[in-house]
């Protein structure tokens, strides 16, 4: 349960325990929180007065638009969920305002690793030799799971057959179920980490010899580990997840083959990885220099 400070924000834990029998993440509720209380804290230093639903106007959103985009200088995504997290909060105390429109921005597919930095990223993990770690990174290469879903994942979620695996995300995004398949690399680290162990959680701490689960904090520790060993200075945990979707449909696999894996509700959330990424685009341009 998130640990809400003392606020002027009326009724905050009430709504985000809303948000929380709604199956929303704790990485969304945690989101929402500073979102809203960010736009309070804007709201009392503008207005003189302490922020309630029923003060708050489209002037009020307006200007916060603005604030957000000039001032601030955030970026277009930011201030389109902090709207999305504004109007949640506004709606569930009855306040239904109408929201400024949404700040429209040349989406570019998520920045995965090139083939480049999968090997270096690779040969990193493979120099270190943990089992528990080669395994948690092609795991998530060859997935591309979210770190929470890793993070929960058992031993009897898996199936390491000779000929084909799969695992059982028990607990995706908005509580969805489904099944990813595993190839023959993910079932021979796994098999390989595991050492015949049948029982309790997939990886441990400790560099896989401690007796507690690995929790997502850790894997993203783990993961910063070897991107800072691999001299990969930008890369981030959901950058695997953006990497493995990348690579299957250059594969030729087709979108709804794509989000049935990843665990997508919308072919839309998708389609964004067939667009060039900000890499593809700054090579695209750098030819033009090239030819003089």
Do not use: C
């Amino acid at each position: 349960m998130l640990q809400t400070s003392l606020t002027n924000v009326p009724d905050l834990s009430t709504w985000l325990d809303y948000l929380r029998h709604a199956n929303k993440s704790v990485h969304t509720l945690r989101s929402y929180r500073q979102r809203v209380l960010r736009f309070a804290d804007w709201f009392e230093s503008t207005n003189g007065e302490t922020i309630i639903p029923e003060h708050v106007t489209p002037t009020d959103l307006r200007e916060y638009k603005s604030y957000l985009l000039i001032h601030m200088k955030r970026a277009p995504s930011t201030v389109n969920l902090s709207f999305i997290a504004i109007a949640n909060w506004l709606g569930f105390n009855g306040q239904n305002l109408q929201m400024p429109s949404n700040v429209e921005e040349v989406r570019s597919a998520p920045q995965g690793l090139d083939r480049l930095a999968q090997r270096s990223l690779t040969r990193a993990v493979e120099r270190e030799n943990v089992p528990r770690d080669i395994a948690l990174i092609t795991l998530m290469l060859n997935t591309g799971l979210r770190i929470s879903e890793v993070a929960i994942l058992d031993i009897d979620d898996l199936t390491l057959g000779d000929r084909s695996g799969s695992l059982k995300v028990r607990l995706g995004k908005g509580g969805k179920f489904r099944t990813v398949p595993l190839n023959s690399d993910t079932r021979k680290v796994l098999r390989d980490y595991l050492n015949a162990r049948t029982k309790g959680p997939v990886f441990m701490s400790q560099r896989g010899k401690g007796t507690s689960r690995l929790t997502a904090s850790g894997i993203r520790q783990v993961i910063d580990r070897y991107a800072y060993l691999a001299k990969l200075p930008e890369l981030h945990p959901h950058a695997l997840r953006h990497t493995f979707a990348r690579n299957l449909l250059k594969t030729g696999e087709g979108l709804e083959m794509v989000a049935e894996i990843l665990g997508h509700k919308s072919l839309n959330t998708t389609r964004i990885y067939t667009l060039p990424s900000e890499r593809d685009k700054a090579n695209a341009v750098e030819k033009l220099s090239l030819r003089h």
